[in-house]
Structure formats: structure tokens, C-alpha cells
């Protein structure tokens, strides 16, 4: 992306940030809590892979918040925009780590794999700590047991964030590989 104008790689943020949003609009799954697993993430991780960490992060944080503002679910918004932000950064750099291997660009489906995984295991945590810190603050005071039963609480919801973890790493997998052909194309 370092020989691109700046208008071309605007156009790029601006594409992977759209796709990302349908994505996560397309097929939604509402789970306990507030919530719902999509297909997002998958494009949320290819975002950092592709764009690197920076524009990586503001397309996959935007297209991921903007998906929560059309779909009804204002209060998390700022939140996804922050953890999905932060996962494709993860994201970005754990495959910068791996792709240095080779000479060109390269999208290996194991190094794609290991890098989703990395992101996702953000998004988990990110999650997670958004839960206890939500449940903790509906609460009047804090005490040992209110934070023991938040960690419990948001403890709950992990099965679902895994389940969106395995979908989100499948995607990418599948789709940076793709989107690399395409965007190259269009250069």
C-alpha cells in the first residue's frame, strides 16, 4: 500500500470499511446479552492484514461500530469500535510477523489463520473486560462480590464470543486472500 496516493489508499479504508459493515449486517445471530455473531469479523481481521495496523484499524473499528448503529445496538458502539479496532491491529502486526518470510506479497492461509487467531483472541478479551466493566458500573458500589459475580456474568458470554472467534477466523481465511487478488487488480 506504500505506492498508492493517498486517495487511493482513502478509497481502500473506505472499501474494507463498507465490506466489513455488510458483512456484519448480512447474517446476524442475536446471542445472550447485547450482542449477535456475524460474519464481520472475518473482514474486520482482513482489514489490519491488508491495510496494516493504523488504516487497518480505523476501516475495521468504523465498519464494525457503524454496523451496531444501523443494526439497534447504540450502546456498544463506541466499545466495538475500540476492541475491533484494537483486533485488527493485533491482527495486522502478528501477520507482519509471519508474511516476513516472503519476498512478496503473500497470503498464506496458515499465516492468515494464526494471525486471525491472534486478533480474535483480542476481540475475546476486549469483550470480556467490556462485560465485567458494564456490569460493574450498573451496579451501586464495589465490592469483591459484585466483581466476582461480574467476572462470572461476563464469563457466560464466552462460548458465544469463540463461536464469533471461529466464524471470524473461517472468513478471513477465506476472504484476505481474495481481497488481496481483487485490490491488486485495481490498482
Known amino acids: 500500500m506504500n505506492n498508492l496516493t493517498n486517495s487511493e489508499k482513502n478509497l481502500r479504508i473506505l472499501l474494507l470499511a463498507t465490506l466489513t459493515c455488510i458483512a456484519t449486517m448480512l447474517i446476524k445471530l ?11 469479523d472475518g473482514f474486520m481481521l482482513s482489514c489490519g492484514m491488508i491495510l496494516g495496523p493504523i488504516p487497518g484499524a480505523l476501516a475495521a473499528g468504523a465498519g464494525s461500530a457503524l454496523a ?37 506479497v503473500h497470503y498464506s492461509y496458515m499465516d492468515v ?51 464469533q472467534a471461529a466464524i471470524g477466523i473461517t472468513v478471513t481465511a477465506l476472504m484476505t486472500p481474495l481481497l488481496v487478488r481483487l485490490l491488486i487488480r485495481t490498482k
Do not use: C, H, W
Not at 442475536?30 to 464481520?40: C, E, F, R, S, T
Open 113 to 163: 489463520s494464526i494471525a486471525g487467531a491472534a486478533g480474535e483472541a483480542m476481540m475475546i478479551l476486549g469483550y470480556f473486560t467490556y462485560d465485567v466493566i458494564s456490569i460493574i458500573y450498573g451496579s451501586d458500589r464495589l465490592s469483591r462480590t459484585i466483581l466476582s459475580q461480574a467476572v462470572s456474568d461476563a464469563a457466560a458470554y464466552l462460548p458465544y464470543n469463540l463461536l
Open 68 to 104: 451496531d448503529l444501523i443494526n439497534g445496538y447504540s450502546s456498544i458502539a463506541p466499545a466495538t469500535f475500540i476492541i475491533k479496532a484494537l483486533s485488527a491491529t493485533v491482527a495486522a502486526f502478528v501477520y507482519k510477523l509471519l508474511a516476513r518470510k516472503y519476498l512478496t
Open 30 to 40: 442475536p446471542i445472550p446479552g447485547n450482542g449477535y455473531v456475524n460474519l464481520g
